[in-house]
């Protein structure tokens, strides 16, 4: 039994002092209890305002490698793309075990006990399989493991390089040559998954794997029913540049949005990501199929993607989820104040999100995209939480929950996940200082570190 005393915490909607945590062997809790005027002696104190802890629910990791090296020359998205498939050439499982690693520890210091990792980066360069099946899965759900981060490996279906077009050769190893090739893969990887990785209770379901549609432009349309034969989470990228928008209307006469639900896939199971470029029949159509809308606000910023109609969404009858997708920052509270900045350029009103629906998007909205036992501090779910300091410079005099509208990730003291402490003021328990970690991983591929001329791969 481990327990945890929380100076304040979120808790039923609601911030309440002096919370008590208590979680079992399995990092589940057990009791959750408020008004408790002072810590028990077998408790740690907990400073500050503890928050049910974030769901990332939608993260390609080896995206991290490209910060801070694609702003040189502006470019566009399409520009930044021709970058990151070169840094993806670069992977194989041992590299992509270190990258990751690093990034998971990160993600844990930026607020993020749980990941919804979209992977597609299958097969070896040329789309050969590595001799160990799942070679590449295998080492992002170590890396997670090994990091103490819950993991939904969305396992990604990438067929065509465009609508009617072949892989190119940096995409060939994401492909799997057929909807059938995908799906017999999938199903031998959620059976391996199972067995390696073994479900239990809410503290032991560190691996378990979902699936994706990359987008309308690498998935046939003709295949894209086939994916109601696969239950559980099913995430895609979704109209995030209106080039997409306008190949669908070419080949198909309607948008991205009318083609998944003509597909008959636009369910509660669904979630869409980044939902950008929207007409009002797309957004009716999403909210009225209970859809989980994943919005990513800092690298739909980054890429000047644009600003999705989140509030319109929200009221339509999908529910809000946050991501950091290629992780321009890992920084959940910098996330859930984007989409609330989004929202006010775009509108010219403030408060189009309050701080309880922003923190509810951060915890509840990632858990059901994702269908994992987290986002709240109530008995049954995961013991998985982080601590804000409402002292710093940064938070100092702010007002309860609107603490999330004026902390960083600096702010964030301390990390758990499965009733374990696993981040102390920046630094990761058991895998040590991060920047370490990252100086592995570039070394790894052999990736100049960030001098002055370095080229940007």
């Not at 009791?31 to 002696?41: H, K, L, M, Q, Y």
């Amino acid at each position: 039994m481990t327990r945890f005393w929380c100076e304040s915490a979120w808790v039923d909607g609601a911030v309440a002092a002096g919370v008590l945590l208590t979680a079992d062997e399995t990092g589940t809790l057990t009791a959750v209890e408020t008004g408790i005027d002072s810590a028990p002696g077998d408790a740690e104190v907990v400073p500050g305002l503890t928050l049910p802890g974030g769901v990332n629910a939608h993260s390609h990791a080896f995206h991290r490698i490209l910060r801070g090296r694609t702003h040189g020359d502006g470019g566009t998205f399409w520009t930044w793309r021709e970058v990151m498939y070169a840094v993806a050439g670069r992977l194989d499982p041992q590299r992509y075990a270190a990258v990751a690693r690093a990034v998971f520890a990160e993600m844990l210091a930026g607020g993020y006990t749980s990941v919804g990792e979209f992977h597609y980066v299958h097969h070896a360069p040329g789309g050969t399989p590595y001799p160990e099946a799942h070679a590449m899965e295998r080492a992002l759900a170590r890396a997670a493991a090994s990091a103490g981060i819950r993991v939904r490996l969305l396992d990604t279906c990438y067929l065509t390089g465009g609508i009617g077009t072949e892989l190119s050769d940096e995409q060939a190893r994401f492909g799997d040559g057929t909807i059938e090739g995908y799906l017999d893969r999938h199903a031998r990887l959620e059976s391996d998954f199972a067995t390696e990785f073994p479900v239990g209770a809410a503290g032991e379901s560190f691996v378990t794997v979902g699936a994706a549609i990359h987008s309308v432009r690498a998935v046939p349309a003709a295949d894209l029913p086939r994916f109601s034969e696969i239950t559980g989470p099913l995430h895609v990228h979704l109209s995030e540049q209106p080039a997409e928008n306008e190949a669908s209307l070419a080949a198909y006469g309607m948008s991205p949005t009318q083609v998944l639900a003509r597909a008959g896939v636009v369910t509660d199971s669904l979630s869409p990501v980044h939902a950008t470029h929207l007409s009002d029949e797309d957004i009716a159509t999403l909210g009225q199929g209970a859809t989980t809308i994943v919005m990513c606000p800092c690298t739909e910023a980054d890429l000047a993607d644009g600003i999705g109609p989140a509030r319109e969404l929200a009221e339509a009858g999908a529910t809000i989820a946050l991501g950091s997708d290629q992780h321009v920052v890992l920084d959940a509270l910098r996330e859930t104040q984007g989409l609330e900045a989004g929202e006010r350029l775009r509108s010219g009103e403030r408060g189009r999100f309050s701080p309880a629906e922003l923190i509810a998007a951060l915890t509840t909205g990632g858990a059901r995209s994702l269908d994992l036992p987290v986002g709240q501090l109530v008995v049954g779910k995961a013991c998985d939480f982080i601590a804000v300091r409402t002292d710093s410079m940064r938070t100092f005099g702010s007002l309860g929950e609107q603490v999330v509208l004026s902390a960083t990730a600096a702010d964030i003291h301390t990390t758990v996940s499965g009733g374990i402490v696993r981040i102390r003021d920046g630094v990761h328990t058991e895998l040590g200082p991060i920047p370490d970690l990252f100086a592995e991983a570039f070394a790894a591929l052999d990736m100049d570190r960030g001098h002055p001329a370095a080229e940007a791969v």
